[in-house]
């Protein structure tokens, strides 16, 4: 069984956003020689999410608002959390969305439906992050 790791590395410029890494992942299971088999794909940090949904900017807009009406940012010191910081609002968020999505890998392709693409959500940005790739199959 073949393995390959790689690491991406990620900063966004505002507090909030999501970023479209299928290619990403795809280069890495092209860099891996995987023809069959899996790829985990995770965010390394706890204010920040991988999902799969569609890449329409109309769907993030109403992520994002509806991320801030579960858990909004403001006011700072309602939650618990934030004492010496200001991101509790960011955990719950990366909660919803998830840590990781496991694909599978036919031919050397990621084995989508459709309108499937993966996404890096960002929910405490303004500094480096990373996120985990791995691919293993043969
Ligand atoms: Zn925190």
């Known amino acids: 069984m073949k393995s390959h790791r790689k690491e991406l590395w990620f900063e966004v410029p505002t507090r909030r ?32 999410s991988v999902f799969i949904n569609d890449d329409e900017p109309g769907l993030h807009q109403d992520y994002d608002e509806w991320l801030e009406r579960l858990a909004p940012h403001e006011p700072v010191d309602g939650y618990r959390h934030n004492v010496g910081e200001d ?22 392709r990621l084995d989508f439906g459709t309108w ?12 480096k992050k990373r996120v985990l790739v791995k691919v293993i199959g043969e």
Not at 29 to 44: P, R
């Open 116 to 127: 499937e693409r993966i996404f890096y959500g960002e929910f405490d940005g303004r500094r």
């Open 17 to 48: 956003g999501f970023i479209n890494i299928t290619s990403d992942v795809q280069r890495t299971i092209d860099e891996s020689g995987v023809k069959e088999g899996l790829v985990l794909v995770n965010a390394m940090h706890i204010t920040a």
């Open 87 to 108: 991101n509790a609002d960011a955990h719950m968020k990366r909660q919803i969305m998830g840590r990781e999505v496991v694909c599978a890998i036919t031919e050397g």
